[in-house]
């Protein structure tokens, strides 16, 4: 399997990390030391074009990114699994459970994407698109997803971890993807247990987005908003993001 995976533990319950647009699998890396290593085994991938798979070539589309996810996991060996999908890696997450209901214990959707895509007028598409090869266009977007609560050097590292995570042919296609890609006729009804994490202060993906997509499309979605964060909790609420996802785990059991 040549996609780029980090996997940490052995424990009997699998957890797949799917990372969004503008980060690779290191969004996810100051909750990590959190998982029991006996008692979680932890998978994060990156999507071809980023991060260790970033030499990859690919046609870069949530289709592609599902199939590689779900190869991965057969690869490691495992028959079922939950998947925490930031961003538009909630998209791919409910691609997975289109394909393989049987194998996804459950999805942990966090600040993400609905399935019908998040459509951009000309202007903010035009704007999106810059970002590219523009720091400081690629900063604002940081800014307005986070609530504009932070300082200029935290937006600063954000962007400068954002760039040298992934290539701009990889950036661009992808921002067609989860702009442009609508399978929300294929979603609803999903029965797959769902937690949705939103981020109080994100500047994109509020409540009421949310609750009009996943909780209205999914029968078995439930919704828990992280006061202190944005669309990072990963980052922002490292300890409130990981108490939940833990809440959340363990009631499956191993």
């Known amino acids: 399997m040549n996609i780029g995976c980090k996997v940490h533990g052995h424990g009997p319950t699998k957890v797949l990390f799917l990372h969004g647009w ?22 994060l991938m990156d999507y071809r074009g980023y991060g260790t798979s970033q030499r990859l070539d690919g046609n870069f589309t949530l289709d592609e990114v599902a199939g590689d996810a779900l190869k991965l996991a057969e690869h490691l060996g495992w028959a079922a699994f939950h998947v925490v999908g930031h961003s538009m890696g909630g ?30 007028d000309a202007a903010t598409r035009n704007f999106f698109e810059s970002s590219a090869t523009s720091d400081e266009a690629l900063m604002e977007i940081f800014n307005t997803l986070t609530g504009r609560r932070h300082s200029t050097r935290l937006l600063q590292e954000l962007t400068r971890k954002a760039r040298a995570s992934t290539s701009t042919p990889a950036y661009l296609a992808y921002l067609e993807a989860w702009t442009s890609t609508d399978f929300s006729n294929e979603t609803m009804g999903l029965s797959t247990p769902t937690l949705v994490l939103g981020g109080r202060h994100d500047g994109a993906i509020d409540q009421k987005l949310l609750a009009q997509t996943y909780l209205t499309w999914l029968p078995n979605a439930t919704l828990t908003m992280m006061e202190g964060a944005g669309h990072y909790p990963m980052i922002e609420t490292p300890f409130e993001f990981f108490t939940v996802l833990e809440q959340h785990l363990a009631g499956f059991g191993t």
Not at 30 to 38: N, W
Not at 109 to 116: G, K, L, R, Y
């Open 22 to 43: 503008l980060s690779d699998h290191t969004i996810f890396s100051s909750v990590l030391p959190y998982f029991e290593h006996t008692q979680y085994t932890v998978a």
């Open 91 to 120: 998209m791919v997450a409910q691609k997975m459970a289109i394909r393989a209901p049987e194998r996804l214990t459950s999805l942990i959707a966090t600040t993400p994407v609905p399935s019908s895509g998040f459509d951009l």
